[in-house]
């Protein structure tokens, strides 16, 4: 077994070849100068002592050298993941670590290569990062450490870390981002706005003595008359108020950008946007529907709830069938019987496709808010904005502004129904949804 050890992880450094060659090719000019034929010997004697010194030095001892990947619990899909490896020389020396990471085969990245010198037992560390761009499962290989001396004639091979596996969760860094920045009220710094406030949209709480700066409008005269002083009633803003988001999980949300799906984009803004809800005290729920009905969580406020949403989210699977926007409908009215929010992800690519599911959408915004929320094909962009010089030019840049213009004609057929519309490019998902969320909270639609 030491054997075997020993062969499997021993390796020869690339200077040993260079040298090899080097020799060779003063053997071949001592063919003309014999003076050097003897010289030459004794640097190939040289070679072979030194080779099998630095071989005796490298393998004399196990477990010179310690090294640890140290994975987090999870990922966050389509943010950089950092990954910290920690490695440490027990060498009396100091040595040349060549590391080379297996990372998992969804990356496709088989390239990665780090080298590093470590002075004599000390421990050194660095970091690189990953970024997925699909949820599920990644295993990770073996972290393969090649040790190297001065000399660098040998290497000795060290493997570490062999089958750690990670879950690619949706992207939960997005959602603590905005999370963190509606608490810290800066917001309109990446596209939040502020919206006015219209009229009473808030749920009455007590009634109050009156004191200097209260709202005239909120006194309340019949209390101010039994104990002859100014009363005015108290506002809180309206909670427990549902919130459902309805994830199209078909075949139209296939369309990648950017490395990810629509369907991700979805789920990203799904989970960020529930987290604001949540904490703005109202129920949050959820619904993926395609050729049928995938999942459906009532919604709730309850502060384990985030959690449930991103265990739903990192399990939606599909086959990318076309979707049943009458299932979707039965589903909405049977179950979801209290007036909600309800945000659509979806796309449509062409207005026929809209025609189509457009009494669905119509039955379901006379009990609920709805919002449609689709995508611009940011694709389409550069060709509109490209000259067009030659015939095919002409006939590609004008598909494409009629695609544009499809897409501007269906908000407005949308809207003629007062149904609420988002489009938007996938990059503004969130940002885009959350405004919209605070519009309608603050508007009093809901």
């Given amino acids: 077994m030491a054997i075997i050890r020993f062969i499997k992880g021993f390796f020869v450094h690339q200077r040993l070849f260079y040298a090899l060659g080097v020799i060779g090719v003063l053997y071949l000019i001592s063919y003309w100068f014999n003076g050097l034929f003897g010289i030459t010997n004794i640097l190939l004697l040289l070679l072979v002592l030194a080779f099998f010194v630095d071989a005796l030095v490298l393998f004399r001892a196990s477990g010179k050298i310690k090294g640890v990947r140290e994975l987090p619990e999870k990922f966050s899909n389509s943010d950089a993941n950092e990954l910290p490896v920690i490695l440490e020389n027990k060498y009396p020396f100091a040595v040349t670590l060549d590391i080379i990471d297996e990372i998992p085969e969804q990356f496709q990245k088989r390239d990665f290569s780090k080298v590093i010198e470590i002075p004599a037992r000390e421990t050194r560390s660095f970091s690189y990062s990953l970024r997925p761009t699909e949820r599920g499962e990644y295993t990770f290989g073996h972290l393969n450490v090649y040790v190297s001396t001065k000399l660098k004639l040998v290497k000795r091979r060290y493997r570490f870390e062999k089958d750690q596996m990670v879950k690619v969760y949706p992207s939960f860094i997005q959602m603590k981002k905005y999370a963190f920045l509606a608490l810290d009220n800066r917001l309109t710094m990446h596209g939040m706005k502020k919206i006015r406030r219209l009229g009473h949209t808030m749920e009455f709480e007590q009634i109050k003595d009156y004191v200097p700066g209260d709202d005239a409008r909120t006194i309340n005269w019949k209390a101010t008359a039994k104990r002859a002083s100014l009363m005015v009633n108290q506002f809180q803003d309206e909670k427990s108020q549902p919130v459902y988001a309805l994830i199209d999980a078909s075949r139209v949300m296939k369309m990648p950008f950017k490395g990810l799906t629509l369907l991700d984009y979805a789920i990203n803004s799904t989970l960020a946007f529930s987290n604001i809800a949540l904490k703005k005290k109202d129920k949050v729920g959820m619904l993926t529907f395609a050729e049928s009905i995938k999942n459906h969580l009532p919604a709730s406020s309850k502060k384990t709830h985030l959690q449930t949403i ?111 519309t988002i489009l938007t490019k996938p990059d503004d998902l969130t940002v885009n949804t959350i405004n919209k969320y605070l519009e309608i909270k603050a508007r009093g639609l809901l």
């Fill in 310 to 420: 991103l265990e739903v989210l990192y399990n939606i699977d599909t086959r990318f069938l076309d979707s049943d926007y009458g299932a979707l409908y039965n589903q909405v009215k049977r179950k979801i019987t209290q007036r909600s929010l309800l945000l659509l992800y979806t796309n449509f690519e062409h207005i026929t496709a809209l025609e189509r599911q457009l009494p669905y959408l119509k039955a379901l915004s006379r009990k609920h808010v709805l919002v449609v929320i689709f995508f611009q094909n940011t694709e389409l962009d550069q060709l509109i904005a490209t000259p067009a010089e030659t015939l095919p030019e002409v006939y590609h840049k004008t598909i494409a502004q009629k695609a544009d213009l499809d897409k501007k004609v269906m908000v407005a057929r949308l809207e003629q129904y007062g149904i609420q």
